[in-house]
C-alpha cells in the first residue's frame, strides 16, 4: 500500500510537468502578442491550436502512417534485438565476433544508409520500417546483453551447485535479473524508432494518403505555413512522450511489485 509520501510524489511527477508547460505556454502568447512577431516567424500558441484543428483530418491521416511504421519498426526491433542478445548471452565468441557489427549500426547515421535502403527495399512502407528499425535496434540488444550478464556470481554458483541446466539458469535466473534493463532498452528504444521513422519519411520525401507527419512538416516549410508545422512537430513530441509513458507503464507492471529499482515508488524508499 502506498505511503502518502508515495502519492504526493506520484501526484507531483504528473503535476509538475503540466504546470510548468501551461506557464511556458502562456509566457509564449504574451512574449509574442506584446512584441508583435509576426505569424510566419513565430507564431502564437493560438494560432498553431488554430491550423491545428483546421487540418485535423490529414494531420490525424499523416500521424497515422508515422504511428504505424514506428510501432512496427518498434516490434521488429524488440524482437530481433533480444534474439540477438539471448544468442549473445550462450556464446561469448559470438557475442565478440558480431558486437562490433551491431555498434556499426548504431554509430552510422540512418540519414546516410536511408537513401539505399529505400532504393533497395522496393516497397516504400517496408524501407521506413527496416530503417526505423535499425535506429530503435541497438538499445534492445546492449541493455538485454547487459541484463543477462549482469548476474550475482554467488546466485550462479548456488545454481551449479544445485545441478542446474543452462535453460533452468537463464529462465529462472538471467531473464529475471535482466528484465529492469530490458524495460530501459524499451523506452530508449521505443523513442529512437519515432526518430527513425521520421527521419526516414523525411528522406524518402514520400507524398499523398500514405505520406507521414515528415511530409506535412515538409510541406508546410515549403508554403511557409508555420503554425501548421509547429502542429505537426508537437504531435510527433505528443507520441514520443506517450510512447514513453505507455513503456514506463509497462516495466512498472511487470517489475514493479519486486524489483528494488521501483522501492520509492511502492513508498519503501
Known sequence: MKTASANFDSTLRIAGPIAVGVILLILW???????EVPIYLFP????????????????LRALSVTLMVTLQAF???????????????????????LFPYAIILQVTPIVAISPL?????????????????????????????????????????????NKASRLQTLMRLRIPSALPYFFAGLRISSGLALIGAVVAEFVAGTGG???GLAYEILQAGFQLDIPLMFAALGLIT??????????????????????????EERGHG
Open 44 to 59: 502564437k500558441p493560438t494560432d498553431i491550436w488554430t491550423s491545428f484543428t483546421a487540418n485535423l483530418p490529414s494531420l
Open 117 to 161: 535502403i529505400i532504393i533497395l527495399v522496393k516497397d516504400t512502407r517496408l524501407a521506413l520500417t527496416v530503417c526505423a528499425a535499425i535506429v530503435a535496434l541497438f538499445p534492445i540488444i546492449s541493455n538485454t546483453t547487459l541484463g543477462l550478464r549482469s548476474v550475482d556470481p554467488g546466485l550462479v554458483n548456488l545454481f551449479r551447485a
Open 209 to 211: 494518403m500514405g505520406s
Open 75 to 97: 516490434v521488429v526491433a524488440v524482437i530481433v534485438g533480444t534474439a540477438i542478445a539471448f544468442v549473445f548471452n550462450q556464446s561469448r565468441l559470438i557475442e565478440a565476433c
Open 29 to 35: 502568447q504574451v512574449l509574442c502578442t506584446v512584441n
Open 238 to 263: 505528443l507520441v514520443g512522450i506517450a510512447l514513453f509513458v505507455v513503456m514506463s507503464a509497462l516495466s512498472n507492471w511487470a517489475i514493479g511489485s519486486w524489483h528494488e529499482s521501483h522501492a
